[in-house]
């Protein structure tokens, strides 16, 4: 007997407090696997974020530091500027750490081509506290907050994070990709194998964003919920990879 | 066994059931510890084991094995 | 040098190599001399987009278990306190240095004392304090910066470096020599580097969402800051011994009293001066001493009466307690402070 698929030694033996369905699980463990198969579990340290993951340092198989809320690119930098350079440094963000309250610290980041990898889990809502609207949160989208659904008057438009990112001249990688069914996430896998390798080339910032659910604040099954991944926010937030540069510093 | 559940992690998500390309994934009628009905599979024989549960599954409940093909081939 | 300046080398001089900056006037002399200086001892200076994202660079260099510096002045200052929370709940060591101007909102940037609710009382969100030094002297700049490590270092907890626009931008003459070198960082087993086969992996947080966890980790604080206030108290006294009226004031204001002082004593008025050095753990036990045989007190500050609380609380009605601040950057003179005291002596005859 073979064994196809086993548990990653990247993850620890915690169970996850994520409700029923939540693809943080699976972004974890692509996260997890990735670190595994660099062997850099033992020189990695990880940013955990405010959100439903801000207990990601529960389930990371390796060094952990809690950020405060959208500062996780502002700690990720500290931490880099102090490492040696074989450590790898990863944030793990959701939409409304990084694209609100976070957005100066992760384009900042950026445009300083800082060489961490950024974990972004976009689902189009505030999770933790409820289901309320964030800046991803798709027109018509009725959260906590947009109750009668988002509206382009009111609330404004919701931003493309990877797109705005890949226009700054330091941003090395990004790409966008889904976890909706099980192709989509191995494309994921090799994305975020592909951010952490850029990042340990010493090539600079990359940003993997992936799209994510939340059953729980959508009203909706899981099953239903990777649906509306592909039939709602996939046409909005296209997949693909958005930015990719040769090395920081060698362009000229 | 091809493919084994750690039931005792599983939160009756169902993706693993809403992927599995041969149909063979069920929720058990009893609870597991946390209060869940736990993904299940009873016909073995019929799994093909292409992981898709398992890549699916959030919670890294489930492990896939693939028999060695002369196995396959007496089985 | 400018006192500015005599941070930055002071800092330099106790082994911090790592500088969060974001310009803020009366303090940018700090953040331009630690960009030009970090560099030449291999250390390393970042400019941050804010100052909330200097604060958190700093959680993270600290993190990472290396001596690691942020400055600012007071507005700058108020968005560090979210940071400043979260090293004092993650329990990690940075001095962060304020050089305060007048407020409220944008106020000026005219030297000023009014920042000392927000740095001696927490300051942010949450039951903690940070250990505060009020150097008066560009000298004592040099000293204390070496303590603010240390404390830092020794207690792991954010430190802060309290000063005023006057001290920042004055300039005096300062030896490095004299002052003992910090001892090397020691290895810090907490820190997030990488595990590399040291044992299970280690985590930096504040975060306990269950409650009797976060009340054990809030006692383990609270006895941390007991240790503080019995160990860490710093004191400046200055002809008390047959004093009959005491002056307490900090920083710049202590030296303007000090020359009021001087003067009154020849008058023949016996005033001393009691300056508090570390502003949190307050001295409070001396003043307290002093003021049961003191005839009076008199508070002078830069500030519309905030050193004064803790002041009465010490004093606990022992003796009379009277108040002369000047605010918006306004700097008391000489002869203001004079006057004061000869009201003083007035009062208390009535």
Avoid at chain 1, 180 to 205: T, Y
Avoid at chain 3, 205 to 228: F, H, P, V
Wanted: aromatic share 8%; charged share 20%.
């Amino acid at each position: 007997m073979k064994t196809v698929f086993k548990r990653t030694t990247g993850l620890t033996d915690a169970e996850t407090h994520y409700c029923p369905g939540c693809t943080h699980g699976i972004i974890h463990r692509l996260v997890a696997e990735v670190l595994e198969e660099l062997d850099a579990l033992e020189t990695t340290v990880g940013v955990a974020s405010v959100g439903c993951s801000v207990l990601a340092y529960h389930y990371f198989n390796c060094d952990m530091t809690q950020a405060a809320h959208g500062r996780a690119p502002a700690v990720a930098t500290g931490l880099r500027r102090v490492l040696p350079e074989d450590r790898l440094v990863f944030t793990y963000q959701g939409d409304g750490d990084l694209a609100s309250i976070g957005m100066a610290e992760i384009v900042h980041a950026a445009a300083r081509g800082e060489n961490i990898t950024v974990i972004f889990v976009n689902n189009a809502i505030y999770g933790m506290t409820g289901g309320q609207m964030a800046p991803t949160t798709l027109l018509g989208q009725k959260t906590a907050t947009t109750p009668e659904g988002r509206s382009s008057q009111l609330q404004g438009l919701p931003i493309r994070v990877s797109e705005m990112l890949a226009t700054l001249d330091g941003a090395a990688y990004i790409e966008r990709v889904s976890t909706h069914d099980p192709v989509h996430v191995l494309k994921a896998k090799k994305a975020i194998k592909k951010s952490f390798e850029i990042q340990r080339n010493r090539q600079g910032f990359s940003m993997i964003e992936v799209l994510s659910s939340c059953s729980t604040n959508w009203g909706l099954t899981p099953e239903e919920s990777l649906k509306w991944i592909k039939s709602q926010m996939i046409p909005y937030y296209p997949l693909g990879i958005f930015k990719q540069q040769p090395c920081i510093g060698e362009e000229s | 066994m091809k493919v084994l559940f750690n039931e005792g992690w599983c939160k009756g998500c169902g993706l693993c059931i809403a992927f599995c390309p041969q149909e063979i994934i069920h929720l058990a009628e009893h609870l597991n510890r946390k209060g869940y009905r736990p993904a299940q599979v009873v016909d073995q024989d019929k799994c093909t084991s292409c992981a898709a549960c398992a890549r699916m599954c959030p919670d890294t409940v489930i492990t896939v094995y693939r028999p060695d093909r002369k196995q396959t081939a007496v089985s | 040098m400018k006192g500015n300046e005599v941070i930055g080398e002071a800092a330099v001089y106790a082994g911090c190599r790592y500088f969060f900056g974001y310009p803020i006037t009366p303090q940018s002399e700090l953040v331009a001399y630690m960009a030009k200086r970090l560099p030449e001892v291999g250390g390393c200076f970042l400019q941050a987009e804010s100052e909330i994202s200097a604060i958190n660079m700093v959680y993270g260099a600290a993190s990472a278990g290396v001596r690691v510096m942020t400055s600012s002045s007071s507005p700058g200052f108020s968005l560090k306190q979210e940071g400043i929370s979260y090293l004092a709940g993650a329990e990690l060591p940075a001095v962060i240095v304020n050089i305060a101007r007048g407020g409220p909102g944008l106020g000026n940037i005219q030297p000023s004392q009014a920042d000392y609710f927000q740095v001696t009382k927490g300051g942010g969100h949450g039951d903690y304090y940070t250990p505060v030094l009020a150097p008066s002297s560009l000298q004592e700049i040099v000293s204390l910066t070496r303590e603010a490590f240390r404390i830092a270092d020794e207690y792991r907890t954010p430190v802060i470096l309290l000063g005023d626009g006057m001290l920042g931008q004055m300039m005096e003459p300062v030896e490095f020599e004299d002052e003992k070198p910090l001892p090397k960082v020691r290895e810090k087993k907490w820190a997030t580097t990488g595990t590399k086969g040291d044992g299970p992996p280690k985590t930096i947080t504040s975060l306990d969402l269950n409650d009797t966890q976060l009340e054990i980790r809030n006692n383990t604080l609270q006895q941390k800051y007991a240790a503080i206030k019995e160990k860490e108290v710093r004191v400046d006294e200055y002809l008390l011994d047959d004093a009959a009226y005491a002056i307490v004031a900090y920083g710049t204001v202590a030296r303007i009293a000090r020359t009021a002082i001087d003067r009154a004593r020849k008058k023949g008025i016996a005033v001393g001066l009691i300056r508090p050095v570390s502003l949190w753990p307050f001295p409070a036990t001396i003043i307290s001493e002093y003021s049961s045989v003191l005839k009076a007190i008199l508070t002078v500050e830069m500030s519309a009466g905030q050193m004064i609380e803790d002041v009465r609380l010490a004093v606990e009605g022992k003796a009379p307690v009277f108040f002369y601040g000047r605010t918006g950057g306004v700097i008391p003179t000489v002869d203001e402070i004079l006057q004061q005291i000869d009201r003083l002596t007035e009062e208390v005859a009535i």
